[in-house]
């Protein structure tokens, strides 16, 4: 058993947390949307970065409108052809967990926009966060925080943004 002092902290560091992350997000998204991918209104994901940059490049590039694929009903934008290649060969190892929402956010049982600049490459997966803050959450206890999202995942998805 915990300590009462840090699990008061661990309460009030939650639901600070959760506030910052529904307070404003980044970006607007489709409002209303129930939709398990995080798509704008013309159903690009990602915000038109590159999903198979955050891998090979080791940082969030945007993409370019004239190399795109379409898969699971998201449109990806990608940097390079050979990008858009090794995606197309294994599109599942590129897509960003969660549908591409928030992954702090879904471990707090919500579905909130995240901002690409928040990428990072755990375990060979991509997961994406709502801004500085979330994505300092997430790095401070990844391992929990992926845990939770995990959990919620399926009951947040058809959540409406």
């Given amino acids: 058993m915990s300590h009462p002092k840090l699990r008061r902290l ?26 398990a991918i995080n798509l704008d209104a013309q159903g690009l ?53 969660y549908g591409g929402f928030c992954a702090v956010g879904t471990s707090f049982g ?11 490459i755990v375990s060979g997966k991509l997961y994406l966060n709502n801004g500085p803050k979330a994505l300092e959450i997430f790095d401070r206890d990844t391992r929990n925080t992926i845990a939770r999202a995990n959990q919620n995942w399926p009951s947040v998805k058809d959540k409406a943004l």
């Fill in 45 to 97: 994901a990602l915000r038109g970065y590159d999903p198979v940059a955050y891998f090979e490049d080791g940082k969030p590039t945007r993409g370019v409108e004239k190399l795109s694929a379409s898969y699971g009903g998201a449109r990806y934008l990608f940097a390079s052809e050979s990008h858009r290649k090794l995606f197309l060969q294994n599109p599942k190892k590129y897509v960003p967990e």
């Fill in 110 to 120: 919500e579905k909130v926009d995240v901002d690409p600049e928040t990428g990072k």
């Fill in 10 to 35: 661990d309460t009030i560091v939650s639901v600070l947390t959760l506030f910052l992350l529904l307070a404003g997000p980044v970006h607007a998204g489709v409002p209303g949307s129930t939709s």
